[in-house]
């Protein structure tokens, strides 16, 4: 049998089946209608639409003259809401508590009751103390679009050419994506009885994101903002101007401000020729 293993919809773009990624790579300017079908509505596609289908339908040209429209836009993103973490104080607090909690549990000869705790004075001091990593290492980020879209056509031929452009930075410094896209569609009627439809359309995509080893998913930054959130608030990120050492061995907050980074392209191209006939 035949089962589906991902919980995504099935999508199809001017009646071809696409993946996820080709839908992600349509620009808004690029899409006419979009609908969604679910249950029985999708049983036409088989076990594929268990999920759900997304159709989608591109723009298409239109008799009369070439018609030009061109847009732009730009736009900012920030974090909504930032996990709150403990103060150095508190985590202070929080590792004798442990380290107590150890030795009432294992004894005094257990490892943990080796530990330092900290003194009075060092947690009065660390009241004073409190250096927000993830709050130093965080930017707005900004993404710009810019769009340029030609139709017209007669009775016989009729075309779309779309051309955009994104730019987006990311939270961190030295993360930041541009994408660049081209489609092409026309329609047309050869005979009385015969029409056809061409489509294609051309992708690419440049990335670059700041090189840390701890960041192991890919294009996902998992490490270097767990890093950063939970650095203990009492190590400061520089001293006399020397990056400080963490307990990762990696001062993450040295390592977005140093611009080293690894880049990853990719293209992406695809064409589709369908023939139909006229009542």
């Known amino acids: ?20 990624d080709a ?76 380290i107590y909690q150890e030795i009432n549990y294992a004894g005094a000869n ?23 990593w993830a709050k130093l290492g965080w930017q707005n980020a900004i993404n710009t679009r ?15 050419v779309g051309g955009n452009y994104l730019y987006a930075n990311g939270n961190f410094k030295g993360l930041n994506m541009n994408r660049f896209g081209l489609r092409f569609g026309m329609d047309v009627k050869f005979t009385k009885y015969l ?28 490490g270097t903002f767990s890093e950063l959130v939970r650095t203990p608030r009492w190590i400061e990120p520089y001293i006399d101007g020397y990056p400080v050492n963490t307990q990762s061995g990696i001062n993450v907050l040295e390592l977005l401000n140093s611009g080293s980074y690894k880049s990853s392209k990719s293209q992406n191209t695809a064409s589709a020729i369908s023939l139909g006939l006229l009542p």
């Open 1 to 20: 049998g035949t089962f589906s293993t991902t919980d995504d919809p099935l999508y199809v773009i001017d009646g071809f089946i696409r993946d996820v």
């Open 23 to 98: 839908f992600n790579r349509l620009d808004p300017s690029e899409i006419e209608n979009i609908s969604v079908l679910k249950d029985a509505s999708a049983a036409i596609y088989g076990v594929r639409g268990a999920n759900g289908v997304v159709l989608v339908e591109t723009k298409k040209g239109a008799v009369g003259a070439p018609q030009i429209t061109y847009s732009s836009s730009f736009g900012t993103s920030q974090g909504i809401k930032m996990p709150e973490m403990m103060s150095a104080y508190e985590q202070a607090v929080s590792l004798n508590d442990l």
């Open 110 to 132: 257990s490892d943990m009751a080796k530990k330092d705790l900290f003194s009075d004075s060092e947690l009065e001091k660390l009241k004073s103390i409190n250096y927000d």
């Open 146 to 160: 810019h769009t340029l879209n030609v139709s017209g056509g007669t009775e016989d031929v009729k075309y779309f």
């Open 195 to 222: 029409s056809g439809t061409f489509s294609s359309d051309f992708t690419q995509r440049d990335t670059k994101t700041p090189k840390n080893q701890l960041d192991t998913e890919g294009d996902r930054m998992y």
